[in-house]
Structure formats: structure tokens, C-alpha cells
């Protein structure tokens, strides 16, 4: 299947012990690419917990489902929002990269504001198992004062934007994946984009391996603690 359990977890299985490495090399090689090594760490975990939701989907375990949906939540509406502003703010020469914490900011007010929610209000994140994806749907608090369409629009800006405006490469060509796999799941997984969207992130995010395994080994920490 092209979406499952095993889908879900043998990405897992893949990237967090990489990640992981991938965090120990950025250490060792260029500290102000530690943030974006360890995006491969979350997107990971967030597999995980997606794996552990298909797990309890077949033992029809109505409470392991609602528990591991809402951590898989938290990376789709809170880490991701937040992290890749503040990883791009690291990766930025000091000149600039103050902008980028207005990203982070905005960001984590939008994914707390849908996020927070369900865990106030039965029902609001409902958890629908198809054939081969998994569609997270519900409620969210911004459906109240704007269409759906406009909260994902913010969404993915803050996301998108920092990668797009970034004066480094690495992060421009991760941010032109991750545009790809928006017009992906909007031309062909709009049942359940949410989950699609994060597996295609997940996929995406093996080019940041790529490029932490690609750094040259020699450099010491001492030559970039100015930027942290």
C-alpha cells in the first residue's frame, strides 16, 4: 500500500537514527545547521506516532486513536510552524535573520490556536481511516472567522516563506520540495492532505541528510559559535 503502518514506520526507521547522526555530524561540522539537521529527527517522530495511529485503527482502540492522533497533531500544526522559521533564523548571517523569529512567532500562534482546542472540545479532531491514507478533520478554531482555505494559506506561508527568502541554498531547495509536495497533495490527495502532506515533508526532508552528510568534516565548533 502506498500509505500504512508499515509506510509509517519504516520511515520512522529510517530517519531518526539518520537524523540523529545527521544532528551529531552538523555538531561536529557546522553548528548553525543543527536546527535543520534535526528536522529529519521530527518528521520521524511525527511517522511514529502516525504508524502507532494505524496500529490502534486496526485493534479498534478509540482512545490510543484520539491519544496518538493529537501527538501527531502537534507536529502538523505546532513543531512545523515553528521549527523551520527558527532553523532558517540559525542558518541566516546575523544581518538578516532577525525576520525570521517574526515567522516563528506567527506561526506558533496559529498552530496553538488550532491546536489547543481539541483537547477543550470533544470532537474536533476526527480521525478517518481510507484505504490508503489516514484524513485528520474536524474543527479548528479560525473555521469560526475565515474559510478553511485561508487558514492553510497562513499555514504554509509561514512555512514556506522563510525557506523561499533564505540566502542560503540548502534551505531555497528544501522549500522547493516542500512547494512540490503542496502541489502534489493539492492536485491528487486533497481527501487527506494533512497526512500526505507530512509523509511527502517526511520524504523530503531526506535532501537535509544529504546535505549534512555532504559537509566537509574539519570544521571546528569554535569558527561558528558567533552564530548561535
Same mark, same amino acid.
Given at each position: 500500500?502506498?500509505? @500504512? ?34 528536522? $529529519? ?34 507536529? @502538523?500544526?505546532?513543531?512545523? $510552524?515553528?521549527?523551520? $522559521? ?92 516542500? @512547494? ?14 494533512? @497526512? ?33
Amino acid at each position: 500500500m502506498c500509505f @500504512s503502518a508499515e509506510a509509517s514506520l519504516t520511515a520512522a526507521a529510517a530517519l531518526i537514527p539518520a537524523g540523529v547522526i545527521g544532528v551529531h555530524r552538523a555538531y561536529r561540522t557546522n553548528p548553525s545547521y543543527l536546527a535543520f539537521a534535526a528536522l $529529519p529527527v521530527l518528521f520521524g517522530l511525527q511517522q511514529l506516532f502516525e504508524g502507532f495511529v494505524w496500529t490502534a485503527g486496526s485493534l479498534r482502540n478509540d482512545a490510543w486513536i484520539e491519544r496518538f492522533s493529537l501527538a501527531y497533531m502537534f507536529f @502538523s500544526w505546532l513543531a512545523w $510552524p515553528v521549527w523551520v $522559521p527558527l532553523m532558517t533564523y540559525f542558518m541566516e548571517p546575523c544581518k538578516r535573520r532577525y525576520i525570521y523569529l517574526f515567522f516563528a512567532i506567527l506561526g506558533g500562534m496559529v498552530g496553538a490556536m488550532q491546536y489547543f482546542p481539541y483537547f477543550a472540545h470533544d470532537g474536533w479532531l476526527v480521525t478517518t481511516f481510507l484505504p490508503h491514507a489516514i484524513a485528520y478533520q474536524g474543527t479548528v478554531l479560525f473555521d469560526f472567522i475565515m474559510q478553511r482555505e485561508l487558514t492553510y494559506a497562513v499555514y504554509l506561508f509561514v512555512i514556506i516563506a522563510p525557506l523561499a527568502t533564505s540566502s542560503d541554498r540548502n534551505a531555497q531547495i528544501f522549500g522547493l520540495l516542500i @512547494s512540490v509536495v503542496v502541489v502534489v497533495v493539492f492536485l491528487f490527495f486533497r481527501y487527506a492532505y494533512i @497526512s500526505v502532506f507530512c509523509f511527502g515533508g517526511a520524504l523530503a526532508s531526506v535532501y537535509i541528510l544529504h546535505v549534512i552528510f555532504a559537509q566537509p568534516p574539519a570544521q571546528p565548533v569554535e569558527a561558528h559559535s558567533a552564530r548561535w
